[in-house]
């Protein structure tokens, strides 16, 4: 299998929304917008993200056909990075072997990573990939339509 990274195209955030429409991921995500199944407001938010050169977002590819995207962008302090993969390619590694290059590729440290705290194989992911859990805090999840409880991680 080979898994490769390339700057994020307007093109590729069609595909990527699919992705982010699958009711199950939406829930395994729990912190996603009000309405995950608005295309217009999904491509106006990450057509801006994909050319706003002080983010970094790249399309995870397999094989040559896109399986998802990861990004790392500043907020509140923080460099957090985010992945979101179809679900087909869920439980393969592909999420563990993209962030460890997307991370290598980046010299931002600490990078912060955050993630439900049932969401057992994203926590895989940042552990496999060097992050440690740091706090836990409450936020709002709106998939969920409910304050949960989420792990926040970090890569020194």
């Not at 393969?92 to 990573?113: C, D, N, Q, V």
Request: aromatic share 10%.
């Amino acid at each position: 299998m080979d898994i490769t990274l390339r700057k994020t195209k307007e093109a590729d955030l069609h595909t990527l929304f699919i992705f982010q429409t699958d009711e199950v991921a939406i829930q395994m995500a729990a912190f996603t917008p009000k309405d995950p199944f608005d295309k217009s407001a999904y491509i106006e938010k990450w057509t801006g993200i994909v050319n706003n050169p002080e983010i970094d977002m790249q399309t995870i590819l397999v094989n040559g056909d896109i399986a998802g995207s990861v990004v790392h962008f500043d907020m509140m302090g923080e460099t957090n990075v985010s992945y979101w993969l179809g679900r087909e390619y869920w439980g393969k590694g592909i999420a563990t072997t993209a962030l460890t290059h997307f991370i290598s590729l980046t010299e931002k440290r600490p990078l912060t990573g955050r993630v439900a705290f049932d969401n057992i194989g994203s926590q895989k992911v940042l552990e496999n990939c060097g992050f440690v859990k740091i706090r836990r805090e409450k936020g709002f999840a709106t998939a969920r339509k409910k304050e949960i409880e989420e792990f926040v991680y970090e890569l020194k």
